[in-house]
């Protein structure tokens, strides 16, 4: 008792210590750097921290869900291997596609160099799916299903997102309009979209989508344990992440676009269609079995 009381403090006072320094941020007397450190050309950048940070408590919390599972661990380190790689191809492909018009046609050498930024998510899940469907179709006598799989992933993804769009916060990107509320989020002139040089306060749409992530994380981690059958995890995740990126998204001032419609929000919309018709599937499914 006294050492989760303990716990509770400290989380507490972990997230006043958050609240001011963000504050500080917000108002525009801390301006923070994109970088951890740096040596001559090489920076060691907090986006990058922020994502293997989200890559590795995700794995922790997977493999304790293994022995649950009766998964075999190897396995499941092969397995993310592949879809780590197939994730970062998968997020740069869907990128460079729907910048192509734009930017890559006329800088074709800019394609490959990841490091000058360019990762889009949907692109990422995408790959991801792509890799674990491959992995459990080609592997023998796999320990786990494709299903299963996608649901382990999907589970602890919401995690690695929400830490991930701390990377945003020290980039200075993917924020929102312009806007007056209080917790309006300073941006420097040097990082203020074409037509927006003349406000200083925007949303912080990083901050809305990583709290909420957070949220559907701690509710699907739990879900998984207590599903009907193997694919409903990764079916709610589908909706629930869709529907927060949709609505974010018609925040944003960094959109992607095909023609005139925000590629997120059009990807989101599938995605939350395919969820619960994949949901209601699945529930009718398991009751036929019944």
Known sequence: MKKKFFYILISIFIIILIGIFLSKVFSGEIIVKRYIFRIGRFELRWYSVMIV??????????????????????????????????????ARIYYVIFMWKDFYSKYPSEIFKIWHGGLAIHGAIIGAILATYLYTK???????????????????????????????????????????????????????????EDFSKFHPTFLYESVIDFLIFLFLYRYDLKKKSHGETTALYFILYSLNRYWIEALRTDSLYWGKIRVAQLISAVLMVFGISMFIYLRIKKAKEV
């Open 138 to 196: 080609l592997k023998k006598n796999c320990s786990f299903t494709f299903l299963q799989g996608l649901d382990l992933f999907t589970s602890v993804l919401p995690l690695g997102q929400a830490l991930g769009r701390w990377g945003n916060f020290f980039n200075y990107e993917a924020y929102g309009r312009p806007t007056n509320l209080p917790w309006g989020m300073y941006v420097p002139l040097s990082n203020r979209m074409p037509g927006y």
């Open 53 to 90: 940070f989200g890559i590795i408590l995700s794995y922790i919390l997977v493999r304790r869900r293994l022995e649950i599972y009766k998964i075999n661990p190897e396995e499941l380190d092969e397995a993310l291997f592949w879809g780590i790689i197939f994730g970062i191809i998968g």
